[in-house]
């Protein structure tokens, strides 16, 4: 045990050197030298086969699925709510009752001409029996009858405002004992168990988009809250204002702990590459020639030309140009040309 540490406290001390000793030549500009043995100290990593996968992020507004505003259809009184935010209701479940019985509620001006016309109807039916009047008449009364009744129907309808679909509650605008006005907008429910996500994005970045790729998706506020979705919609025109084109994410949503209006962070994943051979992006040198890196072999330092794929996250895909295996530098490249005596020291 005593010597493992001894190892390690050394390991960590020759990295720490050598990380210390790079950075102050880097500054100064001075040819780095150790141990007067003409060897530049750097540090390397190895070329390794990984999954790699190319995403791009952006952020999103939620909406359900499907959303129903709910408006007032008389101007009443409100009398009562029978939910409040955020709970779930059915299909025509009340959900907001006006007063029925104010001075001037429609629904007992409806109520008083139903039963006037209700017992007009009556008094010609014995008429007629009596042979007083005539069927035409008759009839007549009793058409203004049902009319009526139709109307009275309708107004106590309109009295009790119910869910048009179920779902949760997401937006009350009533409030108890305020008058409402025809068509204002009384609440807003929304079917959630599936929700949709709505990105902007541009015309350029689109391109890399499809139905069906797979998306990750993360609360901004809670960050426990992590699920998956899918591509559904990419619009096909770009907003006149913004430039930007409308995409629409799916994401199964059964515990309802996305609610519409609520701002999510979207991950999309463009592209998976498996085991390839990848290197850190810290081991990237560019020129003027193209990209490349510096391959260490037998403890000299060779510019090594490559190819490069798929970034993502630290590592960078390495399309040709090195194997897996072989040792890159990662830090003290600027004090490094081709055929550079070395000392590789591992991150």
């Not at 949503?253 to 209006?261: C, I, K």
Request: hydrophobic content about 40%.
């Amino acid at each position: 045990m005593a010597r493992q540490m001894r190892f390690d406290q050394t390991r960590y001390l020759t990295v720490l050197g050598a990380t210390l000793l790079l950075f102050a030549l880097g500054c100064s500009g001075e040819e780095a030298k150790v141990n007067g043995d003409g060897r530049v100290p750097v540090v390397v990593a190895i070329a390794a086969r990984a999954d790699l996968q190319r995403t791009r992020s952006y952020t999103g507004t939620v909406e359900g699925i499907r959303q129903a505003k709910v408006y007032a259809r008389i101007p009443e009184t409100i009398v009562s709510i029978h939910a409040k935010e955020g709970s779930t209701i059915r299909a025509n479940a009340p959900l907001i009752t006006f007063d029925e019985n104010g001075p001037g509620s429609s629904v007992r001006q409806a109520r008083a001409v139903y039963e006037d016309a209700k017992k007009t109807s009556e008094k010609f039916d014995r008429l007629l029996q009596q042979g007083a009047v005539s069927e035409i008449e008759r009839d007549a009364h009793k058409t203004a009858f049902e009319v009526a009744r139709a109307n009275f129907e309708a107004a106590r309808d309109a009295a009790v405002l119910t869910a048009p679909i179920s779902g949760v509650v997401t937006e009350v605008y009533a409030r108890v004992g305020r008058q409402a006005g025809m068509g204002e907008p009384m609440a807003l429910i929304a079917a959630v168990d599936t929700v949709r996500i709505l990105l902007d994005v541009s015309v350029y970045e689109s391109k890399d988009l499809t139905k069906g790729q797979q998306v990750r998706v993360r609360s901004e506020q809670d960050t426990s809250l992590v699920g998956t979705g899918w591509v559904d919609e990419i619009s096909s025109s770009a907003d006149p204002g913004s430039r930007s084109l409308s995409v629409e994410i799916l994401a199964p949503n059964l515990d309802h702990r996305l609610l519409p209006g609520m701002f999510v962070g979207t991950t999309i994943e463009l592209e998976r590459r498996k085991q390839v051979v990848c290197i850190p992006r810290d081991a990237l040198v560019y020129r003027e020639s193209g990209i490349g890196t510096y391959l260490i072999r037998d403890s000299v330092a060779h510019f090594q030309p490559i190819s490069s794929g798929v970034e993502s996250g630290k590592l960078v895909e390495v399309v040709s140009g090195l194997q897996a295996g072989d040792q890159v530098v990662t830090l003290g490249q600027n004090n490094l040309q081709d055929g550079t005596k070395v000392n590789p020291v591992s991150e």
